[in-house]
């Protein structure tokens, strides 16, 4: 059980086009799902949070209107880069978790080159 | 705010020998603490947790953790490597005042196993 699924699983864009990745968990309501990038050999970083039916939290220095987030239902997400450009070229991770489960499921991540 | 420590961004050991990664913590309140392990292009997979219950936490693959507040660690060990374990592996932290969801990792540990 517990299984977070992405889609796609890689994309490559032109710059100025808009990306959208879908998170999805696929047997359990996840009341909240984390969005994370990972640049090659570092860490993740959260760049927000987002609860069903109400507006993405965003981190510190994460451009909430580059960087579009909608959760509408308790098992999909979706991450829009929108008017991309080559510095987000990244591998991008969604995960979800339950209210005080104190785990999060993650997904396989979603590589994106801009071009 | 909650921040974790990994000492050593690449450990080597040969098959067979002792695994050991290490994780320091700060966090103000009793946190709850995670190591996770990443394969190369893909999400992070659950190894072990520590939610406030037994300090020695046994995990998936044979390993292992030990929380030590007077030390404010969680290493994670293994007795015995094996070539699968060879990968990225990620200690986190969670925020209690976020229902215990929201994770802040470390810089990560890339462990080679020597054959």
């Known amino acids: 059980g517990a299984v977070v699924s992405q889609h796609p699983s890689w994309v490559i864009c032109k710059s100025g086009t808009s990306v959208k990745i879908e998170c999805r968990s696929l047997d359990f309501q996840a009341t909240t799902m984390f969005w994370y990038r990972q640049f090659p050999k570092q860490s993740l970083m959260l760049m927000a949070t987002s609860n069903e039916g109400s507006k993405a939290t965003y981190e510190q220095g994460v451009e909430k209107d580059k960087f579009l987030i909608n959760h509408a239902s308790l098992t999909l997400s979706t991450l829009t880069v929108t008017s991309a450009h080559p510095e987000d070229s990244s591998f991008y991770i969604c995960?979800?978790?339950?209210?005080?489960?104190?785990?999060?499921?993650f997904g396989p991540g979603t590589r994106l080159t801009v071009l | 705010a909650q921040s974790v420590t990994q000492l050593g961004s690449h450990v080597s050991v040969s098959e067979g020998a002792l695994v050991l990664l290490r994780c320091n913590y700060s966090?103000?309140?009793?946190?709850?603490l995670f190591w996770y392990v990443q394969y190369p292009n893909q999400g992070l997979q659950l190894l072990l947790k520590?939610?406030?219950?037994?300090?020695l936490v046994k995990g998936i693959n044979g390993f292992e953790a030990e929380f030590k507040k007077s030390e404010t660690s969680f290493h994670l060990t293994k007795p015995s490597a094996h070539m699968s374990d060879a990968a990225e592996y990620f200690c986190?932290?969670?925020?209690?005042?976020?229902?215990?969801?929201?994770?802040?990792f470390g810089t990560g540990t890339r462990l080679t196993i020597i054959p």
């Open positions: 520590y939610t406030s219950a037994a300090t």
């Open positions: 986190a932290v969670s925020d209690p005042n976020f229902g215990n969801e929201k994770l802040t």
């Open positions: 995960s979800a978790g339950r209210t005080f489960q104190n785990e999060q499921f």
């Open positions: 966090s103000s309140v009793p946190p709850y």
